[in-house]
T-cell receptor, first 117, second 118 residues
Framework: GAVVSQHPSWVICKSGTSVKIECRSLDFQATTMFWYRQFPKQSLMLMATSNEGSKATYEQGVEKDKFLINHASLTLSTLTVTSAHPEDSSFYIC?????????????FGPGTRLTVL | AQKVTQAQTEISVVEKEDVTLDCVYETRDTTYYLFWYKQPPSGELVFLIRRNSFDEQNEISGRYSWNFQKSTSSFNFTITASQVVDSAVYFCALSEAINVNQGGKLIFGQGTELSVKP
């Protein structure tokens, strides 16, 4: 149990285009989902926390107009990188947590590797 | 401020050796959770263990064991008789205290890259 999927697993796009990444909890309902980015040989950096039905909470330094997050249902959250540029190239990972209000275990998706040319 | 430190950036061992990955954390919360995740070359983070701040019992799961010591704010991870398949980056993480409106944010350490050679 506790499987999280991400789609696509990798994407290459031209500079200036927008890219949408989906995160789904397959066998549980996720009241909270998290989006991270990871640069090569580095740790995971939390970008934002998203709760179903409400606006996402962004970490300091993360542009909310550039990284649009929508948590439309208890099993789906999407991250849209708008007007992507080469510096946005990274590994984006989502995670989902089953219970609200309790730091339950976060289960991670397989990640999406974004390359912006 | 909350912080997780994994001082060992890279460790290389030969198969069947035991290896311990260190994790030291800082937090002002009295209630918190500690985690270990494994990230193999494929990139997906695999959950290994979750421990709450009130449970200092050590835990063993097969070749894996964890030593939680609040007195030294450490949560170390030992792999016994390491295998090549254990090669991965291992992350220690700390979860903030409970917030009724949102789940716990994870603060990750920098990770330790373990290489197990045959």
């Amino acid at each position: 149990g506790a499987v999280v999927s991400q789609h696509p697993s990798w994407v290459i796009c031209k500079s200036g285009t927008s890219v949408k990444i989906e995160c789904r909890s397959l066998d549980f309902q996720a009241t909270t989902m998290f989006w991270y980015r990871q640069f090569p040989k580095q740790s995971l950096m939390l970008m934002a926390t998203s709760n179903e039905g409400s606006k996402a909470t962004y970490e300091q330094g993360v542009e909310k107009d550039k990284f649009l997050i929508n948590h439309a249902s208890l099993t789906l959250s999407t991250l849209t990188v708008t007007s992507a540029h080469p510096e946005d190239s990274s590994f984006y990972i989502c995670s989902a947590e089953r219970l609200a209000g309790v730091p339950d275990t976060q289960y991670f998706g397989p990640g999406t590797r974004l390359t912006v040319l | 401020a909350q912080k997780v430190t994994q001082a060992q950036t890279e460790i290389s061992v030969v198969e069947k050796e035991d290896v311990t990955l260190d994790c030291v954390y800082e937090t002002r919360d009295t209630t918190y959770y500690l985690f270990w995740y494994k990230q193999p070359p494929s990139g997906e983070l695999v959950f290994l263990i979750r421990r709450n701040s009130f449970d200092e019992q050590n835990e063993i799961s097969g070749r894996y064991s964890w030593n939680f010591q609040k007195s030294t704010s450490s949560f170390n991870f030992t792999i016994t008789a390491s295998q090549v398949v254990d090669s991965a980056v291992y992350f220690c993480a700390l979860s903030e205290a409970i917030n009724v409106n949102q789940g716990g944010k994870l603060i990750f350490g920098q990770g330790t890259e373990l290489s197990v050679k045959p």
